[in-house]
């Protein structure tokens, strides 16, 4: 291949993105779904480069399943939209709920908080939660990708750099996944980005109070330290009649990465949709509520010191499951190098 080929590849891969970018920021799934097909149609460097992005990452499948689910939303509400499109996709699913608070995490102020492994975790929590005034801290982009579930979301703007290299540990298809997505958001101020998060933190607040529920993913979707936004969400729950009535709920997703939903989506290799499908059904496990912590009263921590708490009581909650998790994780990075490799 000669440099100046190589150039043109190149040029016509951003090209390609950029146009992509601003489909999906005019028009959402419907025009960037059309904009990735009619990539497919240009010149022969264009094809070139919508084939690299298809060959790594199954985007029209992920598109196609996002207005599924934006589709069974619209036409059954939040809950059962979930479920049905859960089903219709062909995940295996279940729900675990302890049976003795199934009706306090259905009507008590709730905050519920746990991980975030794979593209499924919102679908999953709006199935599991089965109440009208569930909305999920999540950003923009999801909106995007599922319209009709916008009224069932807060907005959260991510304070750093979404388009630097995602971390190696997310696994090579998830980095390829967060960077399509990252493009796709137009870039935000820090300035700017705080004073939404400040908006969304307060509106938060008030829908507890009201006697709703909230979903707060604290890791962001990746391995490593929590972010401190659940803690300065506890703080400012702040006098003793919000602490006595609202409800701390722990959940883990489990049995789930993102390298197995990319697996049962793709359809290029049905073979790993079969390997997928045989594995333990997907899991949304709850523990039960507790009330928000009294050490709130007793230590007054701040809100990081109050994020670590958190993180350490889940982590135990968790410990089994945790530990399975990692191991899984390091399982589907071990298999996705196989697959690269064959």
Known sequence: MSLGTGVSRERSLRSVLDDLQAAFQEGGIPALRRAYHQAEHMSLARRVAFRLVSAVYPVARVLDAAVLVDDRIRELGPHLGCRAALNELGFPWEVSLPPED??????????????HPSLL???????ALDRPDVRILAVDSVARLVP?????LLSVVPTFDRRARPRLGLGFMHRVGLSLLNR??????GDAARAQNRRTLEEAVSHVRDGGCIVVCPGGGAPGRWFSGI???LKSLGDESDRSSTLLAPFQEQNCTYKLVYDILSSRWPSSRKVARRRPPIRIVFSRPLPVPSILVSLSPSAPELTGLLESHYKTLFREAVRDETASGKRGKAEEAQTSDS
């Open 102 to 115: 199934v009706s306090a995490l259905r009507e008590r102020p709730l905050v519920a908080y746990g991980n």
């Open 148 to 152: 009709h579930l916008a009224p069932s």
């Open 121 to 127: 975790t919102p679908f999953l929590v709006l199935a």
């Open 184 to 189: 796709m958001e137009p870039e935000v101020s």
């Open 231 to 233: 803690g300065a969400l």
